[in-house]
């Protein structure tokens, strides 16, 4: 009733700011619903991707009706055809209808991104997102905002996310197939947009390098280099797809980096704090030589303002590493040239890519 009477023409002719706070609350009566149901849209695109819809659609022609899909997945169509009329509205995928009433689904780009194998698929990042154990600690943020040392997934899980990895290697595969998603979308990104980042670079690490897709993709891109993997032994020992060109090695980056003329770190500064990052930074620096090495930092780069319609995926992995780890964090340049200086690097370079991450390179 209240809400009727917001949308009618106000009967106080000059009070202009009244009809403004109106008009803000009865954006704000339907905006609520948004988040009140926000798990919605998280929860379907899961379905989707579980019941294997996208594939269908693609394995059909890039078109199926919704008989051709119920049956093809031997399920109710009530149900299917109410979750394609969501996925609809959503514009995930395009319904058409045909004169007999018949209707047809097809793909959009969103719906290509949700294919298994996809040239830019983003199936394994939702699914490790979408998973109950990295679920369960965004309903203890509060926890670990209370708590001085505390950390959302520690409260919920007993131990960091690392250490939880180590003992469910289930969960471990999620991550290093969710990183290696990343990598397939980022890295021909640096090849194309940096193409004298390895120039002269015989040899390069990658620290905390996962199961080897950045390195594998880079001794493609940059023929003349030789790649040590380097990560966490239940990492390196999970039976990783051998490459040539690039050797698997496990350690532990807070003891020692193995040498060679480059080191590059993606995405995993971001997991930890500042006295962290400072420390696995020198070891980086240890393991490069003084007069040619440096070491490549692909991360976010936060801005306070800017057009970039990526901003917002980075300010959501700020909110994901607040949820995931215990003191990582999205850095904005300043920070992060605070840990690259106090690592005692003496300069930094920052190129912007087409990604969430740029190419943050530290010299010696
Ligand atoms: C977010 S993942 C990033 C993986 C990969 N760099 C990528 O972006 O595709 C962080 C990686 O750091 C590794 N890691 C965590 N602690 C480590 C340690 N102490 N030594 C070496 N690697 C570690 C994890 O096992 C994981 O593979």
């Known amino acids: 009733m209240e809400e009727t009477m917001m949308n009618l023409p106000t009967q106080n002719n000059g009070d202009h700011s009244k009809e403004v706070i109106d008009e803000e609350d009865a954006k704000a009566a339907s905006k609520i619903w948004d988040y009140v149901f926000g798990f919605t849209d998280m929860a379907l695109i899961k379905c989707a991707i579980d019941l294997g819809i996208p594939d269908l659609i693609e394995k059909n022609g890039g078109s199926i009706s919704l008989s051709e899909l119920s049956s093809s997945l031997s399920c109710s ?54 998973s109950p154990t990295m679920l369960a600690p965004w309903l203890a943020l509060s926890k670990r905002v209370l708590q001085e040392n505390g950390s959302a997934f520690d409260a919920v899980h007993g131990e960091d996310v690392w250490s939880f990895s180590a003992e ?68 390196i020992d999970a039976n990783l797809v051998a490459c040539q060109g690039v050797e698997h090695v496990s350690g532990d980056m807070f003891k020692l980096v193995p040498k060679a003329d480059v080191a590059i770190i993606k995405w995993v500064l971001h997991d930890w704090g500042d006295e962290e990052c400072i420390k696995i930074l020198k070891n980086c620096k240890e393991a490069i030589p003084k007069d040619k090495g440096k070491v490549i930092i692909l991360e976010g780069v936060l801005e306070e303002e800017t057009n970039d319609k990526l901003e917002s995926a980075r300010m959501m992995l700020d909110m994901v590493m607040m949820a995931h780890t215990t003191n990582g964090k999205e850095r904005t340049l300043k920070e992060w040239n605070y840990v690259i200086m106090e690592a005692g690097f003496s300069r930094i370079n920052v190129t912007r890519i087409h990604a969430v991450q740029s190419v943050i390179e530290a010299f010696p």
């Open 77 to 130: 169509t009530p149900h299917l055809y109410r979750i394609m009329r969501y996925l609809v509205h959503k514009n995930i995928f395009n319904q058409k209808k045909t004169s007999q009433n018949n209707l047809f689904y097809s793909q959009t780009p969103l719906s290509r991104r949700l294919l298994s194998n996809g040239k830019n698929s983003m199936v394994p990042l939702l699914l490790l997102e979408t």
């Open 168 to 235: 469910n290697l289930e969960h471990s595969r999620l991550i290093n197939d969710a990183m290696a998603c990343d990598a397939r979308i980022v890295i021909p990104r640096v090849i194309e947009e940096c193409p004298d980042l390895f120039k002269g670079v015989c040899s390069v690490v990658d620290v905390g390098g996962g199961d080897g897709t950045t390195l594998s993709m880079l001794v493609k891109g940059f023929s003349w280099i030789k790649g040590i993997n380097f990560d966490l032994p239940h990492v």
